[in-house]
């Protein structure tokens, strides 16, 4: 991966930032892809992360299914 530096960029001093590599499955999006993300804040407030909203690892679907398994009740009705 090639980043390209501008000098002439407009330049933010934040006093708070960090990065992190999310993957975007855990945030909603149908893909496994890690994503690069930056946050800075410029007013000294704490950084908040968001936290993910999606299940990791095979936990249950909305059908209480888990790894591919369907519940007898989605079958039978009941």
């Not at 960029?9 to 945030?27: E, K, Q």
């Not at 149908?30 to 410029?42: L, N, V």
């Not at 095979?58 to 591919?68: E, K, V």
Request: aromatic share 8%; glycine share 12%.
């Amino acid at each position: 991966m090639l980043i390209k530096y501008d000098d002439d960029a407009p330049r933010i001093r934040c006093r708070s930032s960090d990065f992190r590599v999310l993957n975007c499955a855990d945030f909603g999006d149908p893909t496994t892809r890690q994503r690069f993300f930056f946050i800075g804040r410029t007013d000294g407030e704490p950084l908040r992360w968001p936290e993910p909203t999606h299940a990791k690892g095979g936990s249950a679907d909305l059908l209480g299914a888990r790894g591919g398994e369907v519940p007898a009740s989605a079958l039978t009705g009941g």
